[in-house]
C-alpha cells in the first residue's frame, strides 16, 4: 500500500462534496439516530455512536446537527427498524466494491444497489465475493504540522494501543483494530491532539489500475450513482484513482 493515504484516497477524492453537505448531513444524522436508539445516547458506553459522532466530526458537521441527531434517536419511534447490510460487488475492469447501506428497506436497497453495479457494466457478488481483499481497520488522521513532535505522536499513539503510525505526505495516520479505535482516538484526545479525524473503514490491500476510458466513465458514474443514494453510507473500492480525480 506504499504511496497510498488511506484516509486521503477514501475521503479526500470526495471533493465535489461541498455542494452535497446537505445529503451528507443527513446520512450521518441518520447514523447517529440509529446509533442512539440501539445503543444509548452515552458514547462512552455506545462505540457505535462514538464512531458515527466521529464521522460526522470529520466532515465538518455542526454540533448542532449532530445533538439533534442524537435527540431523534431518544425519541424515535420503536417501530422505524434500521439495518446495517455491506453489499459486496464487481466494477468495471475487476474493481472491487465493498457498498455499506443503513436502510429501513433491505429489498429496495438491494434492488438500487444491484441496478447501479449492472447499468454501470458491474455486477453484484455475494457475500464474500470481494471482502477478502479488503482490511477492516480503524484509521486516525492528523495533518502534518511543525508544532507536532513525530516520535512524541508515535508513541502516545502505539501506547493508547495503535496497530501502525505512518508518515504520508500531507498527514499522519495512524492504524487501529476496529474494536480499539475509540480507545485510541481518545487516548491521542488525551495526549493533546486535538485537531483529528477519524473513522472505521474497509481498506484495499492492493489497487486496480484502470487505463480503459470507458471503464474510468462508468467508475465514476456508479460511485457518484451510489454516494447519491440515501441509504448509502459509505463506498470503498480498490480502483486506484488518478491524482486529478481525487481532488475534484
Same mark, same amino acid.
Given at each position: ?144 504540522? !511543525?508544532? =507536532?513532535?513525530?516520535? $512524541?505522536? @508515535?508513541?502516545? +499513539?502505539? &501506547? ?5 503510525? #505512518? *508518515? ?45 476510458? !470507458?471503464? =474510468?466513465?462508468?467508475? $465514476?458514474? @456508479?460511485?457518484? +450513482?451510489? &454516494? ?5 453510507? #459509505? *463506498? ?13
Amino acid at each position: 500500500m506504499s504511496g497510498h493515504s488511506k484516509w486521503s484516497n477514501i475521503k479526500n477524492r470526495k471533493g465535489k462534496q461541498d455542494a452535497l453537505k446537505g445529503k451528507i448531513f443527513t446520512k450521518l444524522a441518520r447514523a447517529i439516530t440509529v446509533s442512539v436508539r440501539e445503543g444509548g445516547s452515552d458514547a462512552g458506553y455506545n462505540s457505535s455512536l462514538a464512531t458515527a459522532i466521529e464521522k460526522a466530526k470529520a466532515q465538518n458537521m455542526p454540533n448542532d446537527n449532530i445533538d439533534r441527531a442524537v435527540k431523534a434517536g431518544l425519541a424515535a419511534a420503536s417501530g422505524e427498524n434500521f439495518e446495517t447490510i455491506t453489499y459486496e460487488g464487481y466494477g468495471p475492469s475487476g474493481t472491487a466494491f465493498m457498498v455499506q447501506c443503513l436502510t429501513d428497506n433491505k429489498n429496495r436497497t438491494a434492488a438500487d444497489v444491484r441496478h447501479y453495479f449492472s447499468k454501470y457494466n458491474g455486477n453484484l457478488g455475494t457475500t464474500g465475493c470481494v471482502g477478502y481483499l479488503f482490511d477492516r481497520n480503524g484509521v486516525i488522521s492528523i495533518d502534518l504540522d !511543525d508544532k =507536532i513532535d513525530e516520535e $512524541e505522536l @508515535m508513541m502516545a +499513539a502505539l &501506547e493508547a494501543g495503535a496497530e501502525d503510525f #505512518e *508518515v504520508e505526505e500531507d498527514n499522519y495516520e495512524i492504524t487501529t483494530a476496529p474494536e480499539d479505535f475509540i480507545q485510541v482516538l481518545n487516548g491521542l484526545k488525551e495526549a493533546g491532539y486535538n485537531d483529528i479525524k477519524g473513522d472505521i473503514m474497509y481498506i484495499p490491500q492492493t489497487y486496480v489500475k484502470v487505463e480503459d476510458e !470507458d471503464a =474510468i466513465k462508468n467508475l $465514476e458514474k @456508479m460511485i457518484d +450513482a451510489m &454516494e447519491d443514494n440515501d441509504d448509502v453510507q #459509505e *463506498v470503498y473500492h480498490n480502483w486506484d484513482m488518478p491524482e486529478e480525480e481525487e481532488e475534484e
